[in-house]
Nanobody, 129 residues
Framework: QVQLVESGGGLVQAGGSLRLSCAAS????????MAWFRQAPGKEREFVAA????????VYAESVKGRFTISRDNAKNTVYLQMNSLKPEDTAIYYC??????????????????????WGQGTQVTVSS
């Protein structure tokens, strides 16, 4: 059972930056595809970014491409989401997710919630205008 704990959320002004972290309990963390999703008030949860087990492949939602960067440190069992040039529409609860499935991160599967079997509790990000 993989346990995921997010941290780093908070309140920031538009144009600012935040870095989210997600620490995993699993010793085989390096074999999991990791991702970030977010859910804004009144909206469905949506894909933000995913990273392959090695960190060599990353994919992003169009809405965050060029502003957000996902990375991982397998030695620390941690995945990160660096968020720059934040906008009020980035306000949401951000969730970390892990998948033990095989397959390319570049495919459509990793952009879907159902691909992931493990989720964190979420961390709130609020961007003021």
């Amino acid at each position: 059972q993989v346990q995921l704990v997010e941290s780093g959320g908070g309140l920031v002004q538009a144009g600012g930056s935040l870095r989210l972290s997600c620490a995993a309990s699993e010793r085989t963390f390096s074999s999991y595809v990791m991702a970030w999703f977010r859910q804004a008030p009144g909206k469905e949860r949506e894909f933000v970014a995913a990273i392959s087990w090695s960190g060599g492949t990353t994919v992003y939602a169009e809405s965050v491409k060029g502003r957000f960067t996902i990375s991982r440190d397998n030695a620390k069992n941690t995945v990160y989401l660096q968020m720059n040039s934040l906008k009020p529409e980035d306000t949401a609860i951000y969730y970390c997710a892990a998948s033990a499935r095989s397959g390319s991160v570049s495919g459509s599967g990793p952009r879907s919630e159902v691909w992931y079997g493990y989720w964190g509790q979420g961390t709130q990000v609020t961007v003021s205008s």
